[in-house]
């Protein structure tokens, strides 16, 4: 079950109708879900479902569910995505509820439809670790993930992730989203460090995604680094096997390799 990540007219009719007929709604916070079902004028039962009680009510969710219509609400966007639920759905499914998904809004998914950045292939990785040493580590496992990656942050966090992805990731160009479908939405764009420098003083208010482009290309290498490879290679390789060698080794048209090979081949045994 879905709600709306900012909008309440961004919620389907399919799913007012589900809550409308649902016997009970599992929500991470009944003051929230209460305005939503208020605001639509339906009178389901509400039971908090968060992660401090997670494990003492499933049991009796998972019960009631093989009776009857229970849904699942997170106070915004899609429940399971940085939202709890996993284990009850895991659960309830091993125990035999049939399962449907509402789908609805979620920030991710949002951003990225308008960042900009390749959307054919993208990680989400929810939340970085607030502490230094852990979120660099964790963004060191990113960095050579062939693909966009997205993430959710706070305002006061936002300058020193952007930094610090900057630091783990390069200069790669990205994207931040701030109160999407809401009234303040924007979506700035620019490099990570003019993007860190932004904010560097002044935190934003607000919800944030950050969308950051897929791995920059390699710098071509020059001319210097493939003879000094070259070199090398033909201390103790014939001239075929050592272009082979570096044409691999630095990602280039073996032909072109070939070529330089004989060349310098030439000049070496001249000397
Ligand atoms: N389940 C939600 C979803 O599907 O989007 C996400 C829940 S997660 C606990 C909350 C985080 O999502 C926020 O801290 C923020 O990073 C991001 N977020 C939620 N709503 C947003 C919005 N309207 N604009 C930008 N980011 C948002």
């Known amino acids: ?4 990540i900012g909008n309440l007219g961004d919620i389907s009719p399919r799913a ?3 809550l409308a007929g649902a016997s009970l709604i599992a929500c991470e916070d009944t003051r929230v879900t209460g305005k939503l079902l208020h605001y639509f004028n ?3 039962r509400m039971m908090p479902y968060h992660d401090h009680n997670a494990a003492r009510v499933r049991p009796a969710l998972i019960a009631r569910a093989l009776a009857e219509p229970v849904a699942l609400v997170s106070d915004a966007g899609t429940p399971l995505i940085s939202d709890p639920g996993c284990k009850l759905v895991a659960e309830a499914r091993a125990a035999g509820v049939t399962i449907v998904t509402i789908p609805g809004p979620s920030a991710v ?3 990225l439809s308008i960042a900009g950045l390749p959307t054919d292939r993208f990680l989400f990785a929810g939340f970085l670790p607030a502490k230094a040493g852990a979120r660099a580590a964790a963004i060191a496992e990113l960095a050579a993930v062939p693909a966009t990656l997205a993430f959710y942050e706070s305002g006061p966090r936002l300058a020193a992730t952007l930094a610090a992805l900057r630091e783990g990731l390069g200069d790669r ?3 931040v989203g701030r109160e999407l ?4 939405e924007e979506m700035v764009t620019g490099s990570l ?3 860190a420098a932004r904010w560097a003083d002044t935190p ?3 919800e944030l995604v950050v969308i950051v482009g897929p791995p920059l290309p390699a710098a071509a290498p020059e001319a210097g680094d493939i003879d000094s490879a070259l070199t090398e290679a033909l201390a103790t390789m014939r001239v075929k096997e050592a272009a082979r060698h570096v044409a691999e080794r630095l990602g280039l048209p073996k032909s072109e390799v070939y070529a330089r090979a004989l060349a310098l081949k030439a000049t070496l045994g001249d000397g």
């Open 1 to 4: 079950m879905a709600t709306p």
């Open 204 to 206: 934003p208010k607000g």
């Open 193 to 195: 460090s003019t993007l």
């Open 16 to 18: 007012l109708a589900v």
């Open 42 to 44: 339906i009178s389901t």
């Open 109 to 111: 998914i949002a951003a």
């Open 173 to 175: 160009p990205a994207a």
């Open 181 to 184: 479908t809401k009234r303040h």
